[in-house]
Nanobody, 114 residues
Framework: QVQLVESGGGLVQPGGSLRLSCAAS????????MGWYRQAPGKQRELVAT???????NYADSVKGRFTISRDNRENTVYLQMNSLEPEDTAVYYC????????WGQGTQVTVSS
């Protein structure tokens, strides 16, 4: 069984930074794609960023230039560096990892407020 454990959420002021981490555990699991999604209250879950095992990245337009996704393939860990945070970034952030299956983390709250 594969589990995704997220960490790094919290409360930050506008303009601040946070770094999210997500570690995937499970024997012989090697994710083809790992990524981050978010869901704000009353809204659908949306893509934030993804990264393939080869390092190809994809970002939502709303976070381009502010967020950076990276991964450590040996540790099956994905990171999301979030800079210049805005109140509109407030959401629960979910880690996702997939091979021929699709796995989700439990979510971590990010709140951007003064």
């Amino acid at each position: 069984q594969v589990q995704l454990v997220e960490s790094g959420g919290g409360l930050v002021q506008p303009g601040g930074s946070l770094r999210l981490s997500c570690a995937a555990s499970g024997s012989r699991f090697s994710a083809n794609v790992m990524g981050w999604y978010r869901q704000a209250p009353g809204k659908q879950r949306e893509l934030v960023a993804t990264i393939t095992s080869r390092g190809t990245t994809n970002y939502a337009d709303s976070v381009k230039g502010r967020f950076t996704i990276s991964r450590d393939n040996r540790e099956n860990t994905v990171y999301l560096q979030m800079n210049s945070l805005e109140p509109e970034d407030t959401a629960v952030y979910y880690c996702n990892a997939r091979d021929w299956r699709n796995f989700w983390g439990q979510g971590t709250q990010v709140t951007v407020s003064s």
